[in-house]
């Protein structure tokens, strides 16, 4: 959607292919964003006090809606950011998922769990457990504008938080719709709420002492909020940008690999953190492969409801621009497309090769339909050149032996890596999601996003008179003593 201020400072959401007005929302101030924040504080004890099943029943039943009411999130999905209706229904789906998994297994991982006390606590019952962090708050982005957020809003939710959202300007009627959808569910109190508007609506959240902020967007922006929570010590959670290499292998299938791939560069038109813009393959089937990607990127239809949509954000549109023409002025050459494939809102498919590593369209990110394929020698040399830039977000690997896909996987700087396929990861809900580098920290999904939203509480309990004491002033040189006997027993030897 293009999103604009009015004179009475209305947030307007319109289509971004047609320019089509949708809705308008408000452009919440501080104010607005510290009393939302503070009605969560509210709610957020009695939604602690439900307990993981109090909580589960109802998440369970916001779930059911969301199912039940599929097609009219994928419809907003796509008036909004103007992606195809399959594919905001198919990010319905695996965000659907995400949030019966995390209700579902809550209590397993952040319930209390007893851990062995060792030989010099033996007389101490020890538990941990992990309890919420209050209030979370979660910066959306406009790309999958309910599959990302629900990473954190979801697990949030089931670690027993209450959450206020703030969705991207390009895409407010969609955190509206499952803030309300969310309401339907938990009528109580609001423990799910969403503040629209700008960018000093996402500061003014960083700064209105929430417990935890997760955040995804660019790198850019990524450092505006973490300078932000700073000023409060607000922990922060950050998923930014991302430049995915992926790497075929000369033995891998060919077929597999340049659908898998062209898909994961062209997917949402290209605006996806872990979209393959990077291609490294090994020469004996490098010309093979740049043959295949061809003829697929040449066959996708472009259109508001065609397979690929329109640029969202208008203002990337002049950077997919600058970085297919730099890679050109730089030696590159385009199999398919090239500026002229910029006619916005569309970009058109565009595939480049002989591009140079230090260029802009591979260095940095695009966030558009384009892809580079650059020939290597080895599949060492493959893994250095995809560990060469600052991002470390996904990955692929394509290759027949397991062993050799297995081995280029764990050497990939990178929070996650797909064998024979593109973007696996994110439909696993039991998988951490995450980067390292400029892609950012934390993890969402999985156990590790269910604690990334929660502080570990360590609890001993005596059960009886210890054999030494060593914590008390009544303790004498004996106790010291037989403390170092029980030390050089358990790590003396060896």
Same mark, same amino acid.
């Given at each position: 959607m293009t999103a604009t201020v009015t004179d009475q400072d209305v947030l307007e959401s319109r289509s971004p292919a047609t320019g089509e007005l949708l809705a308008t929302y408000p452009v919440d101030d501080a104010t607005a964003v510290q009393a939302a924040v503070e009605r969560a504080r509210e709610a957020a004890g009695w939604w602690r006090d439900l307990g993981f099943d109090g909580r589960k029943s109802r998440l369970q039943a916001w779930k059911h809606t969301l199912v039940r009411r599929i097609d009219e999130l994928a419809g907003l999905m796509h008036d909004e950011t103007g992606k195809p209706l399959d594919d905001a229904?198919?990010?319905?789906?695996?965000?659907?998922?995400?949030? @019966?998994?995390?209700?579902?297994?809550?209590?397993?991982?952040?319930?209390?769990?007893?851990?062995?006390?060792?030989?010099?606590?033996?007389?101490?019952?020890?538990?941990?457990e992990y309890q919420p962090v209050g209030v979370v708050g979660v910066i959306g982005p406009w790309n999958y504008p309910i599959l990302?957020?629900?990473g954190s809003i979801a697990y949030a939710l089931a670690a027993g938080n209450s959450v206020v959202f703030k969705p991207s300007e390009h895409s407010p009627g969609v955190g509206v719709w499952l803030a309300d959808t969310f309401a339907e569910a938990v009528p109580e109190l609001p423990v799910f709420?969403?503040?629209?508007?700008?960018?000093?609506?996402?500061?003014?959240?960083?700064?209105?002492?929430?417990?935890?902020?997760?955040? =995804?967007?660019?790198?850019? =922006?990524?450092?505006?909020?973490?300078?932000?929570?700073?000023?409060?010590?607000?922990?922060?959670?950050?998923?930014? @940008?991302?430049?995915?290499?992926?790497?075929?292998?000369?033995?891998?299938?060919?077929d597999v690999a340049a659908d898998?791939?062209?898909? @994961?560069?062209?997917?949402?038109?290209?605006?996806?953190?872990v979209g393959i813009e990077r291609a490294y393959v090994e020469s004996a089937v490098f010309d093979s492969f740049v043959e295949k990607v061809k003829v697929i990127a040449e066959g996708i239809q472009i259109g508001t409801d065609e397979q690929l949509g329109p640029i969202t954000m208008p203002s990337q549109v002049p950077i997919i621009q600058r970085h297919i023409e730099d890679a050109?002025?730089?030696?590159?050459?385009?199999?398919?497309?090239?500026?002229?494939?910029?006619?916005?809102?569309?970009?058109?498919?565009?595939?480049?090769v002989d591009v140079p590593e230090d260029s802009e369209a591979v260095r940095e990110e695009t966030?558009?339909?384009?892809?580079?394929?650059?020939?290597?020698?080895?599949?060492?040399?493959?893994?250095?050149?995809?560990?060469?830039?600052?991002?470390?977000?996904?990955?692929?690997?394509?290759?027949?032996?397991?062993?050799?896909?297995?081995?280029?996987?764990?050497?990939?700087? =990178?929070?996650?890596?797909s064998i024979n396929g593109v973007q696996s990861f994110a439909m696993v809900p039991s998988l951490p999601f995450g980067g390292t580098g400029d892609s950012g920290f934390g993890r969402i999904h999985g156990p590790d996003g269910l604690k990334e939203f929660t502080r570990p509480k360590a609890v001993t309990?005596?059960?009886?008179?210890?054999?030494?004491?060593?914590?008390?002033?009544?303790?004498?040189?004996?106790?010291?003593?037989?403390?170092?006997?029980?030390?050089?027993?358990?790590?003396?030897?060896?």
């Open positions: 229904r198919l990010e319905a789906v695996v965000a659907i998922d995400h949030l @019966g998994w995390a209700a579902k297994h809550a209590a397993k991982v952040l319930g209390p769990r007893r851990v062995p006390s060792g030989l010099i606590g033996i007389n101490l019952a020890a538990s941990v990302t957020p629900m709420q969403v503040v629209t508007g700008f960018g000093a609506t996402g500061a003014a959240l960083c700064q209105a002492g929430v417990g935890k902020l997760g955040f =995804t967007g660019s790198t850019a =922006t990524a450092k505006k909020v973490m300078a932000a929570c700073a000023e409060t010590l607000t922990p922060v959670l950050i998923e930014a @940008g991302g430049k995915d290499a992926a790497i075929v292998a000369a033995d891998a299938d060919l898998a791939i062209t898909f @994961g560069a062209m997917g949402n038109a290209g605006q996806t953190c050109l002025a730089n030696g590159g050459r385009a199999v398919v497309g090239g500026p002229e494939s910029v006619r916005a809102p569309y970009v058109h498919p565009v595939v480049l966030f558009g339909p384009t892809l580079t394929i650059t020939r290597v020698d080895s599949l060492d040399e493959a893994v250095r050149l995809a560990n060469g830039g600052k991002y470390g977000l996904g990955s692929a690997i394509f290759s027949r032996s397991r062993k050799t896909a297995m081995d280029v996987a764990r050497r990939l700087r =990178t929070g996650m890596t309990r005596h059960r009886f008179k210890a054999p030494t004491r060593p914590l008390t002033f009544t303790r004498t040189t004996k106790d010291v003593v037989n403390t170092l006997k029980l030390l050089r027993i358990l790590h003396g030897k060896g």
